[in-house]
């Protein structure tokens, strides 16, 4: 059984670039959240996605938005980037509502 | 914001078992009881999660008061590799209420 996989493992973007990162979700998993850790923070909720379609969002702006694919793997992608977005981006997937397991992260670094 | 309360930090012997608690005295009826963990710099592991009874499994034990306002987890033999930082959390499991919410947890620090 594969676990949650995520793409890239570290990326440098500067302020106003757009960036999309990638979520494989764990084999018969069709629910996946994103969330973000800034630096000595615990991980903040952004969004969920089940079965293809937004299901519940945290207190981010509209520049973060996602994209979940018939297979269940999924996109987050951030639009005009900000210094404040430098953190460990986090996919958890999920069957339904049960436990969320999470991917190892991608860390963004805005300059 | 939390709905649950962590003491910062503690420490214990490498062996013995790590005794971890945590606060939860507004959880509703159908909030369960979930415990995360994540070693630094990796993805937060999922260890537990209980309702009102006491649950166990491979990783560890958690303790549910019967008031449901405090439980408590348990690693039974820790081990060096137990070090990280424990997040208590309480979830509902339907809706798009049932997101994680992350307090700042309590890191525990296993000494040889």
């Known amino acids: 059984e594969t676990g949650v996989t995520q793409s890239p493992t570290h990326l440098i973007k500067t302020r106003g670039q757009q960036v999309t990162l990638r979520c494989s979700s764990q084999?018969?998993?069709?629910?996946v959240s994103w969330y973000q850790q800034a630096l000595g923070q615990g991980p903040q909720f952004i969004f969920q996605y089940y079965r293809e379609e937004e299901n519940g969002r945290g207190n981010f702006p509209p520049r973060f938005s996602g994209l979940q694919f018939p297979n269940y793997s999924s996109e987050l992608n951030v639009n005009a980037l900000e210094l404040d977005d430098s953190a460990l981006y986090l996919c958890?997937?999920?069957?339904?509502?049960?436990?969320?397991?999470f991917g190892p992260g991608t860390r963004l670094t805005v300059t | 914001d939390a709905k649950t309360t962590q003491p910062p930090s503690m420490d214990c012997a490498e062996g013995r078992a790590a005794n971890l608690p945590c606060n939860h005295s507004t959880i509703s009826g159908n909030e369960y009881v979930y415990w995360y963990r994540q070693i630094h710099s990796q993805g937060p592991q999922y260890i537990i999660h209980g309702l009102k009874n006491n649950e166990t499994n491979e990783m560890a034990s958690l303790i549910i008061t019967e008031d449901r306002k405090s439980s408590t987890l348990i690693l039974p033999h820790a081990t060096l590799r137990d070090t990280a930082v424990y997040y208590c959390?309480?979830?509902?499991?339907?809706?798009?209420?049932?997101?994680?919410?992350f307090g700042k947890g309590i890191t525990l620090s296993v000494r040889p």
């Open positions: 084999s018969g998993h069709n629910t």
């Open positions: 959390i309480v979830r509902v499991r339907a809706g798009a209420n049932s997101k994680l919410t």
């Open positions: 958890a997937s999920s069957s339904g509502q049960a436990e969320q397991y």
